[in-house]
């Protein structure tokens, strides 16, 4: 029933080659270079851990199209994880299992903000546009997250009202 659903969803799992042909096609794809280190080692400080990948820029040059930086404000106060742990570290990357603690579920204030594409350039490599969508998606968590990110603060402003900004 699991596929059935990833299916109903549009989860792509891969390769690359069917990802280019889904935003041919003129679907948006929405990728987390971090993957699941990121989810689960990353802290309240917001740190980008994408290591050296960027296949991800490789489809979007592969596809011509642009980079949406995309980012979502008090999303690792909801859930933490003990990732801080050395052996659970240790055990992730020798053996793939991501064995860590988990707690939380904090009704948290989430909002998701969107950057400014990155448009596609012919000359540009995969490296260059990595580098360029690593530093679009740190200026969105500079502009709208407070660091270090704090549990308290985040349940709080669910009680606080915001303008919309233009």
Known sequence: GFKLLLDVLGVLHGPKEECVKALKKGRLLA?????VREALFSDEMYTIIWGDRKGFA??????????????TQNVR???????G???????YE???????????????????FIGKPIPYEPNVTAEELTVKAKAALHDLIQKHQKIPGNI????????????KED
């Open 31 to 35: 990728v987390a270079p971090g993957g």
């Open 58 to 71: 490789q489809v979007a040059i592969d596809a011509e199209v642009p980079i949406i930086p995309m980012f």
């Open 77 to 83: 106060e909801g859930i933490r994880t003990l990732g």
């Open 85 to 91: 742990i050395k052996i659970f570290r240790s055990l």
């Open 94 to 112: 020798r053996f793939r299992l991501p064995l860590v603690p988990l707690y939380g579920g904090f009704p948290v204030k989430l909002r998701t």
């Open 152 to 163: 308290f603060r985040a349940l709080m402003e669910r009680f606080q009202t915001h303008q």
